[in-house]
């Protein structure tokens, strides 16, 4: 967890200079104009996404919170995984999607949900179902979705600097060569930061698979669910997919890739029982993996690690 802290800080750290370096090129440059305009209005985008933002994911996933009583099972994994992990039990959610999947989302620590679609209670066994609710669980302990809504506001100012600069810098007078320059570096910056918080989010992923082994979870158990995910998430229709597009980066998975990555996971269930074994897994952990420059550069520009990488890494951990 300090590792996940450590990165998400140096992160925050490298990601604020350079929009601090932005800044102050803009100043030596042409002036302040109306760039704090932009500024705040970004931070004011900020605060309402921290404010609203758990409203919208109700609404944009159709979340029905559950009552007391109403899957007892679930409010026990749920209570019985928080006490392992410490923190305050969240609400329990289901959200009427058919993508098989879950996701933690809220404010603080004791403003967290964890949400179930109704696609995935049907697909996972029990101990598959733990797994990634400890997975989403790890989420909120290492409040690292606070983290990303923060880092990812960095590239967003980028843009808005970009754009002003380049469509409405004043090119009349002698700044006019300024701006254009400006505008190119904060465009080529925007791309740089948004990189980085794709590979923060990236990294977040693996540090709640950690933490769900950590909350005594089998590794197996979690590489069998993401395969099911995967496989859930391929035989859905491309419309439904669509629907959830704009969620992904909440979901254990990402449904939009599950396609090509159930082609390569395919593999790994060598008995077809369609779970991933701890023999199977035990048999991963020594095969050498190579991904190609196509998978590579996929990877680079997702919120999600490749699936593959991610279960091998399952496979090095104990207690598979």
């Known amino acids: 967890m300090w590792s996940l802290k450590i990165r998400m800080y140096l992160l925050t750290a490298i990601l604020f200079a350079i929009i601090y370096a932005v800044i102050s090129m803009i100043s030596y440059s042409m002036g302040v104009g109306n760039f704090y305009f932009y500024l705040v209005l970004s931070l004011v985008i900020m605060l309402a996404q921290y404010m609203i933002g758990p409203k919208i994911v109700e609404w944009s996933m159709r979340v029905r919170y559950l009552k007391d009583g109403e899957n007892p099972d679930l409010h026990r994994m749920v209570r019985d995984l928080a006490a392992v992990a410490k923190i305050p039990v969240p609400r329990i959610g289901v959200a009427q999607v058919a993508i098989p999947n879950a996701f933690a989302f809220g404010r603080t620590m004791r403003d967290s949900r964890i949400c179930v679609t109704e696609g995935i209670l049907g697909l996972l066994d029990e101990e598959e179902l733990k797994a990634v609710i400890g997975h989403e669980m790890s989420h909120i302990k290492n ?3 606070l983290t990303i809504t ?5 590239p967003m100012i980028l843009y808005r600097i970009a754009w002003q600069f380049l469509f409405f810098g ?5 700044s006019g060569s300024n701006a254009a320059l ?3 570096v904060a465009f080529l910056f925007y791309f740089l930061t948004n990189l980085l918080v794709l590979y923060a989010s990236r990294v977040r992923e693996y540090f709640a698979d950690k933490g769900s082994i950590d909350l005594g979870n089998r590794p197996s158990q979690l590489a069998s669910a993401l395969y099911k995910l995967v496989y859930g998430s391929a035989r859905m229709p491309k419309s439904a997919i669509k629907d959830v597009e704009g969620m992904k980066a909440f979901f254990a998975n990402d449904p939009s890739r599950a396609l090509e990555e159930f082609k390569d996971l395919r593999s790994l269930d060598i008995d077809r029982s369609g779970t991933i074994s701890s023999e199977e897994l035990k048999i991963l952990q020594n095969k050498p993996m ?7 550069l996929l990877e680079l520009l997702s919120t999600h690690p490749n699936m593959l990488k991610r279960i091998k890494r399952l496979s090095d951990w104990p207690r598979a």
Not at 290 to 296: E, I, R, S, T, V
């Open 182 to 184: 400006i505008g190119l």
């Open 170 to 174: 004043d090119r009349k007078d002698r």
């Open 150 to 154: 923060i880092l990812s506001v960095i």
């Open 143 to 145: 409040r690292d979705v």
């Open 290 to 296: 190579h991904l190609n420059f196509g998978d590579k």
